[in-house]
């Protein structure tokens, strides 16, 4: 009985911040890497960012340096601050939990899928 709900996207100028949480319920939260992946339009579903139960982090290059992902398994809430956002930074963010697999950054490896949060980067 997992839940995963996304909220935080907005919209935003190029070069300004976004904090996005997922917000989990469920019994397997705190024993379970998370993750974040976005899809913009006509794409294929891509990695983001992955956190481990331990809190070790994985990042795409196209975000290392910007993005921070962290979890606080006592509130059952795993965020992604995203700084100096890019235009093409716009898409939907999506929220799994990771649920077995070699690949943090593959979807296979994701059983768990929240609906997602619309962010959209302006020039």
């Known amino acids: 009985q997992v839940q995963l709900v996304e909220s935080g996207g907005g919209l935003v100028q190029a070069g300004g911040s976004l904090r996005l949480s997922c917000a989990a319920s469920?019994?397997?939260?705190?024993?379970?890497?998370m993750g974040w992946f976005r899809q913009a339009p006509g794409k294929e579903r891509v990695f983001v960012s992955a956190?481990?139960?331990?809190?070790?982090?994985f990042y795409a290059d196209s975000v290392k340096g910007r993005f921070t992902i962290s979890r606080d398994n006592a509130k059952n809430t795993v965020y992604l601050q995203m700084n100096s956002l890019r235009p093409e930074n716009t898409a939907v963010y999506y929220c799994?939990?990771?649920?077995?697999?070699?690949?943090?950054?593959?979807?296979?490896?994701?059983?768990?899928w929240g609906q997602g949060t619309q962010v959209t980067v302006s020039s």
């Open positions: 469920g019994l397997i939260f705190g024993s379970r890497a």
């Open positions: 799994a939990a990771f649920t077995g697999g070699t690949y943090y950054a593959s979807t296979k490896s994701y059983a768990y």
């Open positions: 956190i481990t139960w331990s809190g070790v982090t």
